[in-house]
């Protein structure tokens, strides 16, 4: 039987229609699939979907809207909504992880506090005195609780306090106490004079010195002969002029001889405060 034209230009349209269809691969594309796969493992991880919130109900229905128009979206905007779940998911994730953080965190810390009191009122000598240092510290007469949920000892606490109080100073804590380091630099070039940085630096030091007459002071000069004396006269002559006794300062020369310091040719010099000593 002879096909009207009409009837040939159907079956030429149908034909046309499923070979078409034939070249399109079956279920989701391939980047959609590893998204999901990627929901799953965030989904199957408890510390993440406790923790996920709005953050992970958001990479949900990005993908979820992929998914489903994926076939029928041009190549941008497909690329951009396949980086905007990506971006999405790895959100949730580290939202998720970082408030979990946060949790332990404070659970820690109040664990802290109720082994902290049980030691305090173990302590038959001890009466809780709890006053507030600026910023970083609170203090009871036994430990100190920083900012940040860890206790330190109470002398280590005044050093830490301290330290915030000299911002551009080189400084460290460490066990001889808190360390204020002039280099080299801070001297004139075989000299004993010191620079304008370190004059800054040392007005900074002394402005805190002032104002804890207790703490103690060694000013450590390392070298092998008398620049590294004289360079400590320099620095304790400094502070003493600007308010901090002389009598409260201690200098000496560190040699290469001594163990567990620098070689001799490190010619630095080491404030040392100590709020141990009273």
Same mark, same amino acid.
């Given at each position: 039987?002879?096909?009207?034209?009409?009837?040939?230009? #159907?079956?030429?349209?149908? @034909?046309?229609?499923? +070979? %078409?269809?034939? /070249? !399109?691969?079956?279920?989701? &594309?391939?980047? $959609? =699939?590893?998204?999901?796969?990627?929901?799953?493992?965030?989904?199957?991880?408890?510390?993440?979907?406790?923790?996920?919130?709005?953050?992970?109900?958001?990479?949900?229905?990005?993908?979820?809207?992929?998914?489903?128009?994926?076939?029928?979206?041009?190549?941008?905007?497909?690329?951009?909504?396949?980086?905007?779940?990506?971006?999405?998911?790895?959100?949730?994730?580290?939202?998720?992880?970082?408030?979990?953080?946060?949790?332990?965190?404070?659970?820690?810390?109040?664990?802290?506090?109720? #082994?902290?009191?049980?030691? @305090?009122?173990?302590? +038959? %000598?001890?009466? /809780? !005195?709890?006053?507030?240092? &600026?910023?970083? $510290? =609170?203090?009871?007469?036994?430990?100190?609780?920083?900012?940040?949920?860890?206790?330190?000892?109470?002398?280590?606490?005044?050093?830490?306090?301290?330290?915030?109080?000299?911002?551009?100073?080189?400084?460290?804590?460490?066990?001889?106490?808190?360390?204020?380091?002039?280099?080299?630099?801070?001297?004139?070039?075989?000299?004993?004079?010191?620079?304008?940085?370190?004059?800054?630096?040392?007005?900074?030091?002394?402005?805190?010195?002032?104002?804890?007459?207790?703490?103690?002071?060694?000013?450590?000069?390392?070298?092998?002969?008398?620049?590294?004396?004289?360079?400590?006269?320099?620095?304790?002559?400094?502070?003493?002029?600007?308010?901090?006794?002389?009598?409260?300062?201690?200098?000496?020369?560190?040699?290469?001889?001594?163990?567990?310091?620098?070689?001799?040719?490190?010619?630095?010099?080491?404030?040392?405060?100590?709020?141990?000593?009273?």
């Amino acid at each position: 039987m002879r096909m009207s034209r009409d009837q040939w230009l #159907l079956a030429t349209a149908v @034909a046309l229609s499923v +070979a %078409g269809c034939a /070249t !399109v691969p079956p279920g989701p &594309p391939p980047e $959609v =699939v590893r998204l999901q796969s990627e929901l799953d493992r965030l989904h199957g991880d408890p510390v993440i979907a406790d923790n996920g919130g709005t953050e992970l109900a958001n990479a949900d229905a990005a993908v979820d809207v992929l998914s489903r128009n994926a076939r029928s979206l041009d190549a941008q905007s497909y690329d951009q909504g396949v980086y905007i779940a990506d971006k999405l998911i790895g959100i949730a994730e580290a939202s998720a992880l970082a408030r979990a953080a946060e949790q332990r965190g404070a659970e820690l810390g109040i664990e802290r506090e109720r #082994l902290v009191a049980q030691a @305090a009122r173990t302590d +038959a %000598g001890t009466t /809780t !005195v709890v006053t507030t240092v &600026p910023q970083r $510290v =609170v203090r009871t007469d036994t430990v100190v609780r920083t900012d940040d949920g860890e206790f330190v000892p109470r002398a280590r606490a005044e050093l830490m306090a301290m330290q915030d109080q000299l911002p551009g100073v080189e400084s460290r804590l460490d066990a001889r106490g808190l360390v204020i380091r002039l280099g080299d630099y801070m001297f004139e070039p075989g000299r004993a004079e010191l620079t304008p940085t370190a004059e800054q630096s040392l007005d900074a030091v002394a402005r805190v010195l002032r104002n804890d007459t207790d703490a103690g002071i060694a000013v450590e000069a390392f070298g092998a002969d008398g620049l590294a004396d004289r360079r400590a006269d320099s620095v304790r002559d400094y502070l003493d002029a600007r308010g901090v006794d002389e009598s409260r300062i201690a200098t000496r020369r560190v040699g290469p001889a001594t163990p567990g310091v620098l070689a001799a040719n490190d010619r630095r010099v080491d404030i040392v405060i100590r709020s141990d000593i009273r």
